[in-house]
């Protein structure tokens, strides 16, 4: 079992940046891949990105890079999601996900944070 606090969302202008943060505890977080995804009111989950075991493989949504960094701590067991240049059409609830796949779909992920809430305004 995994369990995963993510942190760090808030309120920001467009053009902006935050960082969210995932914590994980219960199990050892090296061996997951980790990934960051969103939900706006109305939508489907989204993928936004991952990173794989040890930080050797990353891969994002087309919409968001260039603009956001995933990275990992494997000491901390912490995942980061930077965010720069944010759109108000990044508004969403952002959850961090843990699985044994490298993978963008989110049936795929065996745990889930409880989401932070990222608002920018225009």
């Known amino acids: 079992q995994v369990q995963l606090v993510e942190s760090g969302g808030g309120l920001v202008q467009a053009g902006g940046s935050l960082t969210l943060s995932c914590v994980a505890s219960g199990s050892t977080f090296s061996n997951y891949a980790m990934g960051w995804f969103r939900q706006a009111p109305g939508k489907e989950r989204e993928f936004v990105a991952v990173?794989?075991?040890?930080?050797?493989?990353?891969y994002y949504h087309p919409s968001v890079e260039g603009r956001f960094t995933i990275s990992r701590d494997d000491d901390k067991n912490t995942a980061y999601l930077q965010m720069n240049g944010l759109k108000p059409e990044d508004t969403a609830v952002y959850f961090c996900a843990g699985s044994r796949a490298l993978s963008p779909v989110p049936s795929h992920y065996d745990y889930w944070g409880q989401g932070t809430q990222v608002t920018v305004s225009s």
């Open positions: 990173v794989g075991w040890g930080g050797g493989s990353i």
